[in-house]
């Protein structure tokens, strides 16, 4: 199999560890789950990265998710080429902050009040000490193989580069930080149940993503979502939606519209920044008040809220809500891209799982079927690893993790998932 010749990449790579930890700004980047070393990005365009070495990748991770239209789209690239003429950053009000929040507000209904942050991590910090200021309690459950950000309390059995690394929790975190963090397991009410009644009024809030895409992809059961809802109605706890994947991915609605659920807060990230840094959270306005400078929970942000941020992320959700056939063609790339690996495994009999709904997928190198954390630690990295290999010197950039999802974008084509389904069959049948 001709490798892709990445020269320079390996002497960006040889000067970037030297300069920054592993190499890498994020450690999921750095190709340790799947051995060689990061290609260097040169620039990106619709559903194509190109490396330092002239290299072009279909692109299946589009920044992780907020490139949901594919990469500089002339649209968002114009609106905030336009506005940096303007100014780049204000640390004051601007209107488009207005816009933003009324934005959100009008597309998913469980937003009465929303505020920003610059990242997905901040935006879920923020809103679990929103959620324990609101209940007067500390303790929070989350799900094993979940992904919530890098905040102390939220490392305890965390999904994505967390999970990839294999390190159960993080080092450095207190023990203080981590003790209010319960933990259940997805997709298992009983074990949620449980920790209601061993900490009886003691649980502020219960967080969760309502689909989960940092152990893979997880879908929710039938009544799972549901049963979360009553549970936490009946402790007088908190029902957090961490929609920073699923926040305007799944519909314009997000997993909150798609599944049918009323989260009292979500989280967000990714897409509502159409590439530039971005957090938020918002929810019920009587949660939302007490945070400063209207209630006493403190949060805060030099560059929440940034103008240029705001326009990216304005002119993207605009677009997804002017363009419902922008879901439409998600949906079915996605539907596509999973039925055509699915005759793939069956043709060559691997003992392979192909989960997803809408543009987000996952193949399991495992022969079990795959609900929660443990059901998904089953799955063959080492496995995972050679075909994530050969895809990628095939042009196909997959998350380097057997633990991240397979995003799509609006700017894919049919085209592009039957080659990468072809270059799928021709490693099946190299590899059998
Ligand atoms: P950021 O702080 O990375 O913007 O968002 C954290 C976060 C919160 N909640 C969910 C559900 C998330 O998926 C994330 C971040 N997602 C990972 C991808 N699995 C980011 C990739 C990375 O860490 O480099």
Redesign the pocket.
């Known amino acids: 199999m001709a490798k892709f010749e990445i020269t320079k990449s390996k002497s960006l790579f040889k000067r970037a560890v030297c300069a920054m930890p592993g190499g890498v ?5 750095a190709f340790k789950a799947v051995g060689g070393q990061p290609v260097f990005i040169e620039s990106a365009k619709g559903q194509y990265l190109y490396d330092v070495d002239g290299n072009r990748y279909i692109d299946y991770i589009g920044s ?2 907020p490139m949901i239209l594919g990469h500089n789209d002339e649209r968002v690239v114009e609106a905030v080429t336009k506005q940096m003429q303007k100014g780049i950053s204000y640390g004051a009000p601007s209107s488009l902050e207005v816009e933003m929040a009324e934005l959100m507000i009008e597309m998913v209904p469980s937003l009465e009040m929303v505020r920003m942050a610059n ?6 910090m923020s809103a679990i000490r929103v959620a324990r200021g609101f209940t007067g309690r500390d303790k929070i459950i989350k799900f094993e193989g ?5 905040a102390d309390a ?1 490392l305890v059995k965390a ?3 967390v999970m990839t690394a294999g390190v159960p929790d993080s080092s450095g975190v207190p023990e203080g930080c981590a003790k209010d963090t319960l933990t259940a397991e997805y997709n298992n009410l009983e074990s949620v149940r449980a920790l209601f009644a061993e900490n009886y009024n003691e649980i502020a809030c219960v967080i969760v ?1 309502p689909v989960a ?2 152990m893979g992809l997880v879908l929710p059961e039938e009544g799972f979502l549901a049963g979360l809802r009553k549970l936490c109605d009946n402790n007088g706890a908190l029902l957090l939606f ?5 926040g305007f991915r799944l519909g314009i609605k997000g997993a909150s519209g798609y599944y049918g659920i009323k989260p009292d807060i979500t ?1 967000y ?2 897409i509502i920044g159409g590439g530039m ?3 938020a959270y918002g929810g019920r306005k009587d949660i939302m008040s007490i945070t400063a400078p209207l209630g006493n929970v403190y949060q805060a942000g030099t560059l929440s809220g940034n103008p240029v941020a705001m326009c990216a992320g304005i002119t993207q959700l605009r677009i997804l809500k002017d363009s419902p056939e922008i879901y439409t063609h998600l949906d079915a790339l996605g539907e596509r891209f999973r039925q055509g690996a699915a005759r793939i495994f069956t043709k060559y009999k691997k003992n392979i799982q192909i989960s997803g709904t809408g543009s987000l997928s996952c193949i399991y190198f495992t022969g079990s079927e795959v609900h929660d954390y443990r059901t998904a630690k089953t799955a063959d990295t080492e496995a995972f690893a050679k075909y994530f290999t050969y895809m990628l010197n095939r042009g196909n950039y997959f ?1 380097p993790s057997q ?3 397979v995003f799509i974008s609006d700017a894919h084509t049919e085209r592009d998932i039957d080659k990468t389904l072809e270059d799928m069959e021709e490693y099946f049948e190299l590899y059998p």
């Open positions: 700004n994020s450690p999921v980047r992780w998710g990242s997905g991590t901040e935006a879920v979940c992904y919530h950000g890098h939220l999904g994505s580069g993503e895409a940092n961490d929609e920073v994947i699923t989280t990230g990714k840094p971005v957090g998350g633990f991240e999802a």
